[in-house]
């Protein structure tokens, strides 16, 4: 029995540029995409088109894998918007599932930044798949101290 998998090739939605930007983790994601929200926030909507590499054994999007594109778009966030950009590490994240992605389908991570302190930040971040919901959360972040790695690709 051969598997039908969808077009991992399908045309990324206008604005979109790839980001290079992140570790080898990250990087494993993607492609990953991105783009300055419309909502005039300064933030950047971070994409990624689900893939089988993404799916867990119901052909749905894992678990960790919404929580890893999620930590990161949150992550990226909150250190672009410091002036200057300061590298951050996690301190918390919270994540409530509430659907899930297919393949083929394209996966976009909205974040809001509630607060940026001194030394913590912050955020939340809705994933969907256009108007649907897929995963909500939020996360604390520390200043790390640390030069931040600069993007190869300013979005």
């Given at each position: ?23 080898p ?10 783009k300055?929200a ?16 993404h799916?867990n ?7 960790g894998?919404l ?20 590298s951050m590490?996690?301190?918390s ?63």
């Amino acid at each position: 029995m051969s598997i039908s998998l969808p077009d991992d090739d399908a045309p990324v939605p206008p604005g979109f540029k790839t980001i290079h930007h992140g570790g080898p983790y990250f990087a494993a994601l993607g492609p990953v995409y991105g783009k300055p929200a419309e909502d005039g926030s300064g933030t950047q909507v971070v994409a990624v088109r689900v893939q089988h590499k993404h799916t867990n054994v119901l052909g749905v999007t894992h678990g960790g894998m919404l929580a890893t594109l999620a930590d990161c778009a949150l992550g990226m966030n909150v250190m672009l918007q410091r002036d200057p950009p300061q590298s951050m590490v996690t301190v918390s994240l919270t994540s409530d599932f509430l659907s899930s992605a297919k393949p083929g389908e394209w996966l976009e991570a909205h974040v809001t930044i509630r607060r940026q302190g001194a030394r913590l930040a912050f955020a939340e971040c809705l994933l969907q798949v256009e108007d649907r919901v897929i995963l909500r959360a939020s996360g604390v972040f520390s200043v790390t101290g640390r030069e931040p790695v600069k993007p190869r690709v300013k979005l």
